[in-house]
């Protein structure tokens, strides 16, 4: 792996919850890469498999784990497991999220006829008032919860090891909600809120906390809302890109170099409680 620098992370030990996706696959392989042991956490095993054979096949220290970040069984078990391979974590990236169409509404307003629940045009949308309480919980508990969860697993021996650092993944809605996804961009917001949170609760135990809040990046998730199946830009690609003065949707080897900072503590071991954007000018940019 092409890494922009590379920090000493021998003898650590990284979990990364998600570490099957797009973006927290590349997570697992920068940190392999530095030389950090990497338990490759994720609800699909296959996945995270794929990138554990990725990681030794460039020579790294891997192993998948099949985990639920939404289970605390689930997590127990898991860190027992890593605990036997490599023996304690040093690191651990709350990677896990998403979004659901349940917490999705059809357009970006409401305009007033969608407020004739009797017409034909509506039946086929979904307004804010269709929003289903059932599909806002999940995204809310996959996010929110996702992230409380493994960290109330992983912390309590972290906290007695040398230099340990927790890296959540927010992201722009967070600061700057988008239309039609309120559940995602009100959860992640909590992300944020929270990684200031545990970074004051954890400062006399020697646990820095920080977050990467990623602008937009094609994943597996969004990849329909993004593209039309020829490879060409949906209009909210567009819209998306106009508001970009980068001009282009981000790579997971963007955010490399924020994650390795973050993570080392010869860089930013006084960097604490920050939520840092990865945006290519998004939240800079007023649109004129």
Known sequence: MNLPFSIDLKGKTAVVTGGGGVLCSGFSKALAACGANVAVCDLKLEAAQAVVDEIKA???????VNANVLDKASLIAAKKLIDATFGGVDILLNGAG???PKGTTTKEYLFPEDLDENSEAVKDITTFFDLDPDGISFVFNLNFLGTLLPTQVFARDMAKREAP???NISSMNSFRPLTK?????GAKAAV??????LAVHFSKVGIRVNAIAPGFFVTAQNKNLLMNPDGSLTPRSEKILGHT???RFGTPDDLTGTLLWLVDAKSAGFVNGVVVPVDGGF???SGV
């Open 283 to 285: 939240a800079a940019y």
């Open 192 to 197: 944020s809120n929270f990684t200031q949170w």
């Open 165 to 167: 650092v927790i890296i």
């Open 58 to 64: 460039e020579g790294g220290s891997a192993i998948a």
């Open 181 to 185: 996804i309120p559940a995602y961009s």
């Open 245 to 247: 003065p980068l001009g």
């Open 98 to 100: 998403g979004n659901n």
